[in-house]
């Protein structure tokens, strides 16, 4: 098999960067994208580079970013712009390669192997030369074997730069890196290795794979094989469409939750919203996951496999609760709150009921929900709502008391 060559192409301070276009004067003072504080989505979507070097955080709140930079300048997003932006980068790389796989707005994949367009290197610098000449912003590119290393490489030198990871140099530029920088660590898994001493990558990669499965689990396996140079994934080409492996919908309220009962109608509400998208797209859930936030901005996660595989919003919603009820103590009143639903499997396939279960409520239930699925698709969502759904859709934002057709928590929280 023959030597792969893959680009990871990462826009520089993206949001920012486009608004900065309209606003040249911007490029000389700190300034971030933000969210709506008034809305209570105000959070960092994006900063400039003299914002990055007053030590401004990408998803820190609003007020933690001032006091950090007493100056900073907070703009609202342009959403429609950063896709207008982003559709022009990727028609520039489908002149280069059709196996182009975005990930994010602001970021891709290329495989150039093969290409008769030059070097993986010498597309890469053509790439940011045309990004900057005809688009007015720049990027950063890695050049790698694999997937994992190219993502890294576009990481390491910004803004504006190419970095080249070799079969014969990644030991030296991977393995120094925090492990954390490594693709799909997040947090908590960034948490458990660090309470074992392993802090970079080369300490990952040192370790045993059956060790690091043990602890991690089966993405320890990948985890260690992307540490060692052995990411062998695909870049998807173009047209691909990633398999659904989840729905759900999260929101900040416009007040604090601070009892159950505000808890239990914003729940019904994101419940309804899920359950309609799992019938859309003909799913049944078999896992329900809470995320919660306070007014701290603590948050935290907990799940659980549903009696049996369902996309009854009544189901979902009874399981939520039941996470919320044995998992939060009311330290302090709640900010946001998600509901997802995962282990999807298509609703040709069998489904086993538990013994609880009545085949005529159920037949009932689904001729109720297929009803309410028709008026909606004609009407609109809100057409058809019970009386617990309208009193929590009075506490979401306007844009949060439609059904959001992604699947996934909202990115702006």
């Known amino acids: 098999m023959s030597e792969r060559h893959i680009l990871h192409v990462d826009q520089n301070c993206f949001f920012a960067s486009v608004e900065m276009k309209s606003h040249p004067e911007w490029r000389n003072i700190p300034m971030a994208v933000g969210g709506d504080s008034e809305k209570r989505h105000g959070i960092i979507l994006a900063k400039n580079p003299l914002a990055q070097a007053c030590g401004v955080k990408t998803a820190e709140a609003i007020w933690q970013a001032k006091q950090k930079c007493p ?6 997003g342009h959403f429609e712009q950063y896709v207008y932006y982003s559709e022009r980068i990727r028609e520039m790389f489908l002149q ?14 290329l495989d150039v192997t093969g290409s008769s367009m030059g070097s993986p290197e010498e597309i890469a610098d053509e790439i940011r030369a045309r990004v900057r000449d005809e688009l007015g912003l720049s990027c950063s590119v890695g050049v790698s074997f694999n997937k994992s290393f190219a993502k890294l490489g576009s990481d390491y030198k910004k803004p504006d730069a190419t970095t080249v990871i070799t079969r014969e140099n990644f030991k030296e530029i991977v393995w120094p890196l925090p492990v954390s920088d490594l693709l799909f660590v997040g947090k908590a898994t960034s948490a458990a290795l660090i309470k074992m001493n392993v802090r970079t990558i080369g300490d990952l990669a040192s370790l045993s794979p059956d060790f690091v499965v043990s602890v991690l689990g089966k993405n320890g396996h990948y985890l260690w094989r992307s540490a060692n140079g052995l990411d062998d994934d695909p870049v998807n080409p173009a047209s691909y469409e990633r398999p659904l492996k989840s729905v759900g919908n999260s929101t900040t309220t416009l007040r604090d939750m601070e009892n ?3 808890v239990w109608k914003v729940v019904c509400v994101l419940s309804a919203q899920v359950a309609s998208r799992l019938r859309k797209h003909h799913f049944f859930a078999g896992t329900v996951v809470i995320w919660v936030r306070d007014v ?8 659980r496999a549903l009696p049996a595989e369902t996309n009854d919003e009544k189901e979902i919603a009874k399981l939520a609760m039941e996470l919320f009820d044995e998992s939060y103590d009311w330290h302090a009143p709640l900010r946001s709150f998600g509901v997802r639903t995962t282990h999807l499997s298509d609703e040709e396939d069998y489904h086993q009921m538990t013994i609880f279960e009545n085949a005529e409520k159920i037949m009932k239930d689904d001729k109720v929900n297929q009803t309410v699925d028709e008026l909606r698709a004609r009407y609109g969502y809100n057409i058809v709502m019970k009386g617990t759904q309208l009193e929590g859709k009075n506490d979401l934002s306007p844009e949060d ?3 959001h057709p992604h699947g996934g928590f909202r990115e702006d929280l």
């Open 296 to 303: 701290d901005l603590k948050s935290y996660e907990k799940q």
């Open 260 to 262: 159950r009962d505000d």
């Open 71 to 76: 100056d900073l300048l907070v703009v609202p």
């Open 401 to 403: 008391r439609e059904d």
């Open 96 to 109: 280069y390669t059709d196996i182009v796989e975005p990930f994010g707005l602001d970021e891709c994949w």
